[in-house]
């Protein structure tokens, strides 16, 4: 295995790429869908913890929003980066690994996440929101975090 700091570079490089794609989209996806301005995307994602009043909250609740959001990036890919360094197969067929890790990490957030948030239940199935969160989970998040743990923790 490569050295802590060679690899802790890389995790953070690789959560950095998958929380900004992600927010990105989400930024794009739904100020076009639902004309919601971007301090509106932040403030859903600190709705997790302040529920409704994460919307009152101006700058400060879209700002912890921001926070949460990259925290969550870097938990996800240090979960990723945890279990490739014991399953070198993950690291070998990084693209493999990372599209399913995505969809597993779709899973998790929307079925498992956000109902035990402060937001506390499911979110309504919308076909387009399905589709293209999926997919952004599978190619904008899964791929480069087993892309970074490759280049981090190395090919077997």
């Known amino acids: 295995m ?3 700091g060679h690899v802790l570079k890389w995790l953070l490089f690789g959560g950095f790429i998958a929380g900004a794609l ?10 076009l869908r639902n004309h919601a301005p971007p301090a509106r995307i932040l403030q ?9 009043a994460a919307y009152q909250g101006g700058a400060a609740t879209a700002t912890l929003g921001l926070a949460t959001h990259f925290l969550n990036a870097l ?3 240090a979960v990723f980066f945890a279990i490739a360094a014991r399953v070198p197969a993950l690291r070998a067929k990084s693209v493999v690994s ?5 969809m597993v990490v779709y899973a998790v ?3 498992v996440v956000i109902p035990l ?4 239940h499911f979110l309504p199935f919308v076909p387009i929101v399905f589709a293209t969160g999926l997919l952004v989970h ?10 970074a743990a490759s280049r981090g923790l190395g090919k077997p």
């Open 98 to 102: 990372g599209v399913l890790y995505g």
């Open 44 to 52: 859903s994602v600190a709705s997790g913890w302040l529920g409704k």
């Open 2 to 4: 490569k050295n802590l």
């Open 22 to 31: 992600d927010i990105s989209y989400a930024i794009v996806f739904y100020g």
């Open 109 to 111: 957030m929307n079925y």
């Open 138 to 147: 599978m190619f904008l998040i899964g791929l480069p975090i087993a892309w």
């Open 117 to 120: 948030s402060a937001i506390g």
């Open 75 to 77: 938990i996800i890919t």
